[in-house]
């Protein structure tokens, strides 16, 4: 009797100790980092889902730049076929190889539909009204659930690198999560240039 109230009270310590250093607030962000990041994931699924349905519209509508629509099928295949998994979430390398391909297809989509402006025909088709309607809430569902993911791991890491929790997470190997950034940060600090000179 006397050896299971020991057990008891050493349990119940370490509890608390636990509690005391975090340790239940990375149980709780590493779990809120991992929704978000599925959210992310889901919503590329749904736009590359759509690329295909946006191709073949496009192919029967207008004989134009195939070369477009090749790399658009490309940045594609190459987006899927980056396997992810909760792990890359703690691997910066795997991180921002999938980050690149999903930029990259995002970019090839974006020059697709700067190119289809061209064609009356293509833009008066309803078909392609529509997955550009789906395209463009695709996209904005996917700034969302990426700043949702942005703002998790940022709470996330602020617990992992502050004192005495940093200590906890090195004796349990949290460690720091890498967060979404741009590729072209240089380009895209710069001011676009407007000139309605140009014809």
Same mark, same amino acid.
Do not use: H
């Given at each position: 009797m006397k050896s299971r109230f020991f057990n008891l009270m050493i349990v119940s310590f370490l509890g608390l100790l636990l509690t005391g250093c975090g340790y239940n607030d990375f149980?709780? $962000?590493?779990?809120?980092?991992?929704s978000a990041w599925s959210e992310v994931l889901n919503q590329y699924q749904r736009r590359a889902d759509l690329v295909p349905n946006i191709v073949a519209t496009v192919k029967g509508e207008a004989a134009f730049e195939?070369?477009? $629509?090749t790399k658009v099928v490309e940045a594609r295949a190459k987006a899927t076929s980056i396997q992810v998994t909760p792990e890359t979430l703690n691997d910066p390398a795997a991180f921002s190889k999938f980050q690149a391909a999903q930029g990259e297809l995002g970019s090839a989509l974006s020059r697709l539909m700067v190119v289809s402006e061209r064609?009356?025909?293509l833009k008066a088709n309803q078909g392609f009204r529509d997955l550009r309607v789906q395209l463009e809430g695709t996209e904005n569902r996917i700034t969302v659930a990426r700043n949702r993911y942005i703002q998790t791991v940022q709470e996330y890491n602020v617990l992992a690198r502050s004192f005495p929790n940093n200590l906890t997470a090195?004796?349990?190997?949290?460690?720091?999560?890498?967060?979404?950034?741009?590729?072209?940060?240089?380009?895209?600090?710069?001011p676009p240039v407007v000139d309605f000179n140009k014809k």
């Amino acid at each position: 009797m006397k050896s299971r109230f020991f057990n008891l009270m050493i349990v119940s310590f370490l509890g608390l100790l636990l509690t005391g250093c975090g340790y239940n607030d990375f149980q709780r $962000l590493d779990e809120q980092t991992k929704s978000a990041w599925s959210e992310v994931l889901n919503q590329y699924q749904r736009r590359a889902d759509l690329v295909p349905n946006i191709v073949a519209t496009v192919k029967g509508e207008a004989a134009f730049e195939q070369d477009t $629509l090749t790399k658009v099928v490309e940045a594609r295949a190459k987006a899927t076929s980056i396997q992810v998994t909760p792990e890359t979430l703690n691997d910066p390398a795997a991180f921002s190889k999938f980050q690149a391909a999903q930029g990259e297809l995002g970019s090839a989509l974006s020059r697709l539909m700067v190119v289809s402006e061209r064609y009356p025909d293509l833009k008066a088709n309803q078909g392609f009204r529509d997955l550009r309607v789906q395209l463009e809430g695709t996209e904005n569902r996917i700034t969302v659930a990426r700043n949702r993911y942005i703002q998790t791991v940022q709470e996330y890491n602020v617990l992992a690198r502050s004192f005495p929790n940093n200590l906890t997470a090195m004796v349990f190997g949290y460690q720091v999560k890498p967060n979404f950034t741009v590729a072209n940060e240089a380009q895209i600090s710069t001011p676009p240039v407007v000139d309605f000179n140009k014809k």
